[in-house]
């Protein structure tokens, strides 16, 4: 039988904000991201179906037009995606010009060798026209042909960021360091990622410090949305073969988009044609194909007749025929147009289905950009749909495959990829020192009772969908760089954290853990590593609000769960937003020492705990204890240079004997330390 882990179920106000446009016909997140229109160097961060493509148009009109820009370069990753920036009759809904690009200058659009359209790009560069489409290979060809300089005094606008990187591998990323480094160009890159990526960053740090960036979170676009008013994120585990299991999490009722397993995972059954058929012989009996869509048509047991899109058959006529179907911009509107699609590499980045309601995926997927553009499917906003979910299903390890490890760390990575999109989902979080002089903020809402400044203050802005929590104790970051990180780049610190193997390991497993051996210990190194140029004060002051925004998430989840009657469940928005305020008032004083000693990831085990078979939770816990390691030379020093704070404000060591458990684990690295030396002296 198929388990289910608690999904977190977010639910919005339906404000309709972020699809209401202003008198220059721009949505809300356009809006925003207009008015850093004369930065130079601009990275926009929004979710899918938030409007980017018509951003960049506006943005790219007034470098044109008010800038004194000579032509704008629109670079996607890949042809398809060209479509979203054909011409647009903006002066139509109020702007002051229109988007135009001449069919020869979209170079998606346009037959021939990568070859051929470099040169289109260096005729394009020397012509009077204004805006030119490419794919991100034609592009870094054309670099490498013309050279930096032939680019000059132009914007380059790079949708889909996250595909670059400054790894040397990455040719794009190297040459947009160049084209920075020689600061002749304007760049506007956008990414619908909240994720940059793992080891490698899109740019070299002095050159990403350049940019100035807008960040349009998750919570503002749905909560802003008209009709669409929840969402739901959970795991499912199951065993044997998941076409087997499939319908117990598949609803053939919902509009679907199933992404099978890819042949090189453990999920697959490495016939992907079969998979296929399976899922469709449970859905019911085959009717036959329908000559003009290609769509396959199945009678379900009820009656009903599905249209079913196969996007992963291989004949490539069949193929196109179903893909061309599902783009025909005459059935766009029609929800019944088709019921369940397939697909296995396809109907992920920029593919545009308003209609669909669930996100299925079978098997881990590794990306969390990846995960980020699968829910990005069925988050866009379409009459009458209310509900929208993604779900990933997932082998449960098995005691007898010789791949347990590898099962066992795809669990891991599952579990670290739902804590994330949590973190995406929430309402963002502002924290401050608690001082004698605090004051309430304006336009934020304090719950019953209304602002005290003798009781711990969580205030929440329904408008911008951002918390204000005071706690005692938290470091204020001081330079301009650590301020930008705790107000934009939280969630690159805690995907981080979350996506350390042995952070998981231990805080999931590890019954004698301290938790300030993660949130103090392991968060710090992360931070330390991530961010080496800001000074120790800064490092620690991202390293408590990082730690802050995933725990106080978790502790609201917590307070969510116990509070519903349905376990299945964890209702957002008013939930979370109580769960905070609950938590806040039933300790005794919030401060960051308390936060520290919270276990990011009990709240996660607990659902493990729940849903995962005792058979499964023994074996990984098993798997995990076997590699268990001790306390390493580096996170000694760490814990002894902790205990020399400890001695400053308390004017004593920490006691080994101590019944605190974090003094005791500081005082254990202390002498750790002195076994080192002594040992080291006596040869």
Not at 8 to 31: D, H, I, P
């Amino acid at each position: 039988m198929t388990k289910s882990v608690p999904s977190v179920s977010v639910t919005y106000a339906q404000s309709g904000t972020s699809t209401k446009s202003n008198e220059l016909g721009m949505r809300e997140m356009q809006e925003g991201a207009y008015e850093k229109r004369g930065e130079q160097y601009l990275l926009i961060k929004s979710p899918p179906a938030s409007g980017k493509s018509r951003a960049l148009m506006f943005i790219a009109l007034d470098k044109l037009h008010n800038q004194g820009l000579k032509q704008a370069i629109v670079v996607v990753p890949e042809k398809s995606i060209g479509s979203s920036f054909n011409d647009e009759p903006l002066s139509k809904f109020g702007f002051w010009a229109d988007w135009t690009v001449a069919p020869k200058w979209n170079l998606c659009n346009s037959p021939g060798t990568d070859g051929g359209k470099v040169k289109s790009v260096g005729a394009f560069l020397g012509s009077d026209d204004q805006v030119l489409v490419c794919t991100h290979a034609t592009f870094r060809f054309a670099v490498e042909k013309l050279g930096i300089e032939a680019f000059d005094d132009r914007l380059i606008a790079v949708d889909e960021f996250h595909h670059v990187s400054a790894s040397e591998d990455s040719i794009l990323g190297s040459q947009l360091n160049e084209f920075i480094t020689r600061d002749r160009v304007h760049v506007v890159a956008m990414t619908g990622s909240y994720f940059r990526g793992d080891a490698v960053p899109i740019l070299l740090p002095e050159n990403e410090a350049k940019f100035d960036s807008y960040t349009y979170t998750y919570y503002q676009q749905l909560n802003g949305y008209t009709y669409l008013k929840q969402l739901d994120i959970g795991y499912f585990f199951y065993s044997g073969s998941y076409a087997d299991d499939i319908l117990k999490v598949l609803d053939p009722t919902e509009k679907t988009i199933i992404h099978i397993p890819n042949v090189n995972s453990r999920e697959s059954t490495k016939d992907k044609h079969r998979e296929v058929e399976h899922i469709i012989d449970a859905l019911g009996d085959w009717q036959g194909t329908d000559p003009v869509t290609g769509f396959q048509l199945v009678k379900t047991p009820e009656g009903r007749m599905l249209k079913i899109a196969d996007l992963v058959d291989d004949e490539a006529v069949k193929r196109d025929k179903v893909s061309s179907a599902l783009k025909d911009p005459t059935n766009k509107d029609n929800r019944d147009h088709v019921d369940i699609i397939i697909a296995l590499g396809m109907a992920k980045e920029g593919f545009d289905w308003i209609w669909c309601e669930h996100a299925l995926t079978v098997g881990y997927r590794a990306s969390l950009t990846e995960i980020v553009q699968i829910i990005g499917r069925a988050t866009r906003d379409a009459k009458g749909k209310t509900r929208a979910r993604f779900t990933n299903l997932i082998a449960e390890p098995d005691a007898s495959e010789t791949t347990v490890t590898e099962a066992v760390n795809d669990t891991l990575k599952a579990i670290a990829a739902s804590l994330l999109m949590e973190q995406v989902l929430a309402p963002r979080f502002n924290f401050t020192p608690k001082t004698p002089k605090s004051e309430p903020v304006e336009g934020f809402d304090y719950g019953e009772g209304g602002y005290d400044p003798y009781k711990e203050n969580v205030g929440f802005n329904e408008k911008s969908g951002q918390f204000q929590i005071e706690i005692k104790g938290l470091s204020a970051p001081k330079s301009k760089e650590a301020q930008r990180i705790c107000q934009e780049d939280l969630n690159e610190v805690i995907t981080a954290f979350v996506q350390d193997k042995t952070a998981i390991e231990r805080g999931l497993f590890d019954e004698e853990l301290v938790p300030e051996e993660l949130t103090q210990v392991k968060m710090g190194k992360i931070v330390g590593s991530k961010f080496p140029e800001l000074d120790a004060e800064d490092q620690e002051a991202v390293r408590q609000h990082a730690i802050a925004a995933l725990n106080l998430t978790q502790k609201a989840k917590e307070v969510a769960l116990t509070n519903t009657d349905d376990d299945t469940k964890v209702t957002g928005n008013t939930a979370l937003i109580d769960g905070v305020r609950k938590f806040a008032m039933d300790v005794k004083e919030l401060d960051i020492d308390l936060i520290d000693r919270i276990n990011p990831f009990g709240e996660a085990y607990s659902i493990l705990a729940k849903t995962m078979s005792e058979e499964s939770l023994k074996q990984v816990a098993a798997v995990i204890s076997a590699k268990k390691v001790q306390l390493s030379p580096e996170e000694a020093r760490d814990l002894a240079r902790r205990a020399v704070k400890f001695k400053q404000e308390r004017g004593r060591l920490p006691s080994i004997t101590s019944q605190d458990a974090w003094e005791k684990k500081m005082a254990e690295g202390v002498a750790f330390l002195a076994r080192m030396k002594q040992e080291a002296a006596n040869g």
